[in-house]
């Protein structure tokens, strides 16, 4: 037998680095999936402005350009919980490069058409391929992954999502100020991750997918799992009152730049991500009910340092703290939904959390603005601090129940 070359690997050795490799190129890839989904709104939120002023003579532009930007979350909503059902029946794989292609092409379609109508058409369609994608990279991340590293894979993925929101409002308000039509050409980014989910996305057996991890629970109880979507829809419509509301309210208090709302959301982006980031650790530490008491109370406080600030350091200083809190609550929805999911219905209870998360979003504007109109802007998010006060108590409540 020929002896071994120096730097030369003997088979056993081989193997275990080529599928750690492997491994490392497809959790890269569903990091990458989940970069696509904060785009579907963001990348062409700049570009608002201009595109009312393009179809001007359009009945009821204002409402339909905004309904642009909001369209997306409906269909995606609608769409979710079916998607979830399907995948568990035929396959992840399969719907995911479907999808990806579908957003490539519904998200670019704005560069050439020119009705409002047909733009709403295919941001509604850009909503269906957000539904699947989200839903299966959700599912896949419960087939793949297990205990500490799924929870540290979701800590980046949610660092990722927040630091490529900060990305696309930057890139699409530089390309907003070429044309309107511009920030269309980001969704092309899909068909360069189009090859790296054909190579390193691989469809899971359904023996892996259907069994629960070591030291994991089978199922969780229905009242669980009804209790995490019912928070992750009220958190998305707290949660949305930052994009939406908030430019506004610095408005109010003398501070109308866009340029210095666009900073705070920023800010309040990046603060997400820098704890998202340590996710996995804290995860070691504290439990997923815990995690939520402690992210909805720092969102709490942050919501009541907003009401009382009256200077815009103080109101950045106050969204930063919120987004402390966002940082906890983002990746625990999804790794508390994966633990308690019936490994065979991970894919709808993974299209049921993606629904939530969007349905809250899209009735985030229709919630908030009665509530302006009665209480102002300082009055909303302090009784939006209030409603998460609330939602901290009840996890930190169920934790020490857990415990005893």
Known sequence: MRPMRQGELADGEAAPAAAGLRAG?????????????????????????AMQAHFAGTEQVALMTRLVLTIPALAIALVALPVGSLIDRWGRRPFLISAIGLYGIAGMSGLVLDSLGAILFSRALLGVAVAIIMTTATALVGDYLAGPARDRFLGLQSAAIGGGGLLCLTGGGLLAE??????????????????????FIAEPARSAANRSAPGEAPAGSPAALALLLTAAALNSVIFYLVPTQLPFHLRELGHAAPSRAGLAIGLFTLAQAVVAFGFGR???????????????????AGYGLVAMAESYVAVVAAIIVTGFGMGLVIPNLSATALTVAPPALRGRVAGGLTASIFLGQFLSPLVSQPWIGAAGYAGTFRDMAVVLAAMAMIGLVLARRGRS
């Open 25 to 49: 190129a497809r959790n890269a890839t569903l990091l990458a999936t989940g970069v696509l989904t904060i785009m579907s709104a963001a990348t062409i939120a700049p570009a608002l402005p």
């Open 178 to 199: 070429i044309d309107w039509r511009a920030p269309f050409a980001l969704y092309g980014m899909a068909f360069l991750l189009m090859p790296a989910v054909i190579a």
């Open 282 to 300: 804290l995860r070691r530490s504290w439990s997923g009910t815990t995690m939520f008491g402690m992210g909805f109370g720092l969102m709490a």
